[in-house]
């Protein structure tokens, strides 16, 4: 309910009146000033105007209009008066010759062709109802209607003279009762008491306004009482006059003003319809309840519907908080923004008996509590990373990301803010709509090779991907309704300078930002389809398969402001990609959306932006981030896959790794060399492997793409060869050439995953003593000719030793001899479970953390989500002292559930420091581990 300020500049208002009909209303001052309220004519702030229509008077307390608009009877301190509303100062006005004891209401009736009469609450000696004839001699003629009017200190009369309303006071409170003026006959229409009486004003033939001094307003209909206002003004300020409209609006008065109030569309109807107030946002969902008391009808017999579907609909379906006895059915918020009624429909007669409005909101305001989120119809939900599958023969990680089709249609389109706009004129848009039209297509000049997204993906994915421009051209720019700090919210991370405190990071959009952009485009598409004649929409969301929304940014970064502040770091957003279900004109959809500054290369000097654009559109496929989160175990940071994967460092462009390429289905399982030792009986073998150059367009014949060496179901190791082949548009910028590379590869959402980490990461450096690395990182198989990676298999027997040697390297391929055999080493081992009541560990393994440093008794407790540290007493049995000792650490899972049965083989999770231990001595072996946070439902 909306109230605002409709008249203002009055002293002491005592009563106010209103004609619809004739959409004039008149104000009455304790001074014995006339106000005219002409409500055809508000200025551009809403206020009517207003023009002085009499004065004089005495204190006038009440006042009746007739229903031309022309007669005005008023109340004053020594009786009635009747006036002309064109001269109603008192020196003309006509008194009546018969005055009430004590007016309390005045009300014109018009029962007929003759001249309307006048109706009066009269207070003294008793409460009474009289009409008063008017005429020459105005009161000349008085008949009683109501004898006795018990209690009753106001009235609102019906315009036909049929029947009045009565407010009265009763033992417990106050009454509203219904009179029969015709017969004096009264019902009582509110039943038990109301705790506070006030104005009575007539809404309808069936409704009467009760406005407390408050402001708090109450409808009142037979035997129905709908409170619509929680009080609205200040105690101190009372309301003092209240006057209907129509059904739809009253005007009260506060202090020197005029309010005009609007009444929430269909509180009157038979049954009424309610919505959380506050509004629901794009796709959101809240209840509307449905009220038919007093209308005869039952919800059962209703159709509780949308006017436009774009807006919303009403779920027929019965959630289990379904109550009979105050029913509701589900709004689900629609996909364009702005004002809704839900109608309800009596299903026999076809009538329309209750009707609500509600707001779909693009904003939604609540940091802390996000809105609600509703799912229709039936979803492809995509998951970034799939668990691979069983541990049957041929390569895994084989199409385990949605098939990219042959077509990537990616609509790039300019949105701003209220904070800062895009130029509005098309010669200071165009510097922006080439930079991304290049970077997206037409290409950018680097080292003499022109690179853009669609040239970088058509290369890395073989010929079978066009990531392409949709439309052809930058569209926008479109505004979105709010400013910066509605859509975008500052991250912080900690100041190590100042421990305890937080610094600003960066910029994000919001949780609910995705959505409202997306509804910011559909409303700009229905506006290009609805113009006349109709025009395209600016981007046809069922011909596109991606959105880029790039993003008005309102300032660069400034260094100079120490301490950083959220603005001078830059009021950017930073890249990053969502997929969520959003609400389009045609329904719900995964829609793929990334979100990246206009700027992004001013704000990030250094960056380039086509290679950045190329990371978000990759995750637009399903791909995950290769670097390490905050959250993941940071003893990995040194086997990250770096400046070897687009996904992890994009900015030298570098192409997707072998397992990337899998995944997508750009390598076919006969282009990948699959060995499973445990399969093969952990028999010796030798063999010799030819590995195309991963940038091959067409591998050489008796080549292979990679190598796939599986470590248990799930986990695989993969060799892969690196060479820039020709002038390419990707690998331009690898650390080494001419090299083979060795990747360790889980899916993180399988059983292999007990620590958290990325999917891909580099090998570990073997314990041959050459540090196979790329000069950069400390960590990983980069293998060159006569190099080697080696691995000790203990799964079982006696250990036996697996090697990856580089015999010969070419421009286009390189040649791998894989060896896999027994070799005694020193007598090394630790004891087996179980150790006491630890039925499952081995009494030489422990879990140790901060906790356990502390207090022993939290030894082998691992700390969910912290890091843990698990170390292996390793005991040397062997006559020979044995020489950089690393540990292979593994989990055994021994759940028993039918949903998560233990694997075959042991799990690796991860390879220790390399220690001495000397003959008959025992060693400590480590390794990091952020275990696993336990979840239960």
Same mark, same amino acid.
């Given at each position: ?7 203002? %500049? ?9 004609? +619809? ?101 009269? %207070? ?51 009454? !509203? ?143 289990? *908080? ?21 109608? +309800? ?7 329309? !008996? ?89 290409? !950018? ?41 509605? &859509? ?76 950083? *502040? ?45 290679? *950045? ?67 093969? %009986? ?34 695989? &190791? &993969? ?23 060795? *990747? ?9 995953? &007990? ?94 953390? +901060? ?18 540290? !698990? ?51 025992? %060693? ?14």
């Amino acid at each position: 309910m909306a109230d605002h300020v409709v008249a203002t %500049g009055f002293t002491d208002i005592t009563a106010m009146v209103c004609v +619809a009909s004739r959409h004039v209303a008149v104000v009455a001052e304790r001074s014995g000033r006339l106000t005219l309220l002409d409500l055809l004519r508000p200025d551009d702030e809403g206020v009517y105007d207003a023009r002085v229509i009499g004065t004089g008077w005495s204190a006038p307390t009440h006042l009746a209009l007739d229903a031309t608009g022309k007669q005005l009877v008023v109340a004053d301190a020594d009786g009635l008066w009747l006036a002309q509303v064109d001269r109603a100062d008192r020196a003309q006005a006509v008194p009546f010759v018969d005055a009430p004891g004590l007016v309390r209401s005045l009300g014109f009736v018009q029962s007929g062709p003759g001249p309307a009469s006048l109706v009066v609450l009269d %207070g003294a000696p008793v409460p009474h109802l009289d009409r008063y004839e008017l005429g020459a001699a105005p009161g000349s003629v008085v008949h009683p209607l109501v004898a006795e009017a018990t209690g009753a200190f106001a009235a609102a009369v019906a315009a036909d003279g049929s029947a009045a309303q009565l407010l009265a006071s009763v033992p417990g409170g106050f009454a !509203v009762r219904s009179v029969d003026l015709g017969t004096g006959v009264v019902s009582d229409l509110t039943g038990s008491p109301l705790p506070t009486g006030g104005l009575l004003t007539r809404l309808s033939s069936t409704w009467a306004a009760l406005v407390d001094p408050s402001g708090a307003t109450r409808l009142v209909a037979d035997g129905v009482v709908r409170a619509v206002s929680d009080p609205a003004v200040a105690a101190a300020t009372a309301v003092t006059a209240a006057a209907a409209v129509d059904g739809e609006r009253l005007l009260v008065a506060v202090g020197d003003h005029v309010l005009e109030r609007e009444l929430p569309l269909g509180v009157t109807d038979p049954v009424l319809l309610t919505v959380e107030p506050g509004g629901l946002f794009i796709g959101g969902n809240t209840p509307v309840r449905a009220d038919p008391t007093g209308s005869g009808l039952d919800f059962e017999e209703l159709d509780l519907t949308v006017d436009d579907a774009s807006l919303g609909a009403v779920s027929p379906s019965r959630d289990d *908080t379904f109550d009979p006895a105050d029913p509701h059915l589900l709004l689900v918020g629609g996909w364009r923004t702005g004002t809704g009624v839900v109608t +309800a429909t009596h299903r026999p007669t076809g009538e329309v !008996v209750g009707r609500c409005r509600f707001d779909v909101l693009g904003v939604w305001a609540d940091d802390d509590a996000g809105p609600s989120f509703t799912v229709t119809g039936a979803l492809d939900a995509r998951v970034p990373s799939s668990a691979w599958g069983g541990g049957g023969g041929g390569p895994q990680n084989i199409d385990v990301f949605p098939a990219a089709p042959p077509q990537w249609r990616v609509a790039v389109v300019l949105i701003d803010t209220t904070t800062q706009g895009y130029p509005g004129d098309a010669a200071g848009l165009a510097p922006i709509r080439t930079e991304w039209s290049d970077a997206m297509t037409t290409g !950018v000049s680097v080292g003499g090779v022109s690179q853009s997204v669609r040239s970088y993906w058509s290369e890395v994915s073989y010929g079978r991907l066009d990531m392409s421009l949709a439309g052809g051209d930058v569209r926008g720019p479109l505004h979105a309704p709010g400013s910066w700090d509605d &859509y975008f919210e500052l991250e912080t991370q900690d100041d190590p300078a100042n421990p305890g405190t937080t610094r600003p990071r960066r910029w994000n959009p919001k949780p609910d930002t995705w959505a409202s952009f997306v509804s910011v485009l559909e409303q700009a598409n229905q506006a290009e389809t609805s113009a006349s004649p109709p025009r395209p929409p600016v981007v046809d969301l069922a011909a596109v398969d991606a959105v880029a929304f790039v993003v008005r940014t309102v300032n660069v970064p400034d260094p100079t402001v120490s301490p950083a *502040t959220g603005v001078s770091i830059g009021r950017y957003v930073w890249p990053q990609q969502l997929t969520p279900s959003v609400t389009l004109s045609t329904g719900q959809r995964n829609l793929p959306i990334l979100m990246m500054p206009e700027n992004w290369t001013t704000v990030r000097p250094g960056r380039v932006l086509h290679a *950045t654009l190329a990371h978000e559109l990759g995750h637009t496929l399903g791909l995950p981030d290769l670097y390490l989160y905050d959250w993941m175990n940071q003893g990995n940071a040194q086997r990250t896959m770096a400046d070897w994967d687009l996904m992890h460092r994009e900015t030298a462009l570098p192409h997707l790794g072998l397992p990337l390429r899998m995944g997508l289905g750009w390598v076919e399982p006969a282009q990948v060399k699959s060995y499973d030792f445990a399969a093969l %009986g952990g028999g010796a073998l030798v063999e010799t492997v030819t590995i195309a150059a991963l940038e091959s367009a067409t591998p050489p014949p008796g080549t292979v793409r990679g190598v796939e060496v599986r470590i248990a179901n799930g986990r695989n &190791y &993969y060799l892969e060869y690196r060479n820039r082949q020709g002038a390419s548009v990707g690998d331009s910028g690898l650390p080494l050439g001419q090299v083979v590379v060795g *990747t360790d590869v889980v899916s993180p959402l399988g059983a292999q995953n &007990y620590d958290s980490r990325p999917m891909v990461l580099r090998l570990y450096d073997d314990p041959d003593a050459v540090n196979d690395t790329d000069g950069v990182l400390t960590e990983g198989a980069f293998l060159t000719v006569g190099k080697d990676y080696r691995e000790k298999d203990f799964t079982e027997g006696a250990p036996k030793d697996f090697a990856a040697k580089v015999i010969a390297t070419r421009a286009d391929s390189a040649d791998v001899e894989i060896r896999y055999d027994s070799d005694a080493r020193p007598e090394l081992s630790i004891r087996p479970w179980p150790n006491g009541e630890k039925l499952w560990q081995s009494p030489d393994i422990e879990i140790r953390n +901060a906790k356990s440093n502390v207090d022993a008794t939290f030894l082998n407790v691992p700390w969910g989500g912290k890091p843990n540290r !698990v170390v292996a007493k390793v005991r040397n049995h062997g006559t020979l002292d044995a020489r950089q000792v690393r540990a292979t650490f593994s989990v055994k899972n021994l759940t028993t559930n039918a949903a998560d049965q233990p694997p075959v083989t042991a799990e690796p999770l991860g390879l220790s420091a390399a220690v001495d231990i000397a003959a008959g001595a025992v %060693g400590e072996l480590e390794v990091d581990w952020v275990a696993p946070t336990v979840t239960t439902a």
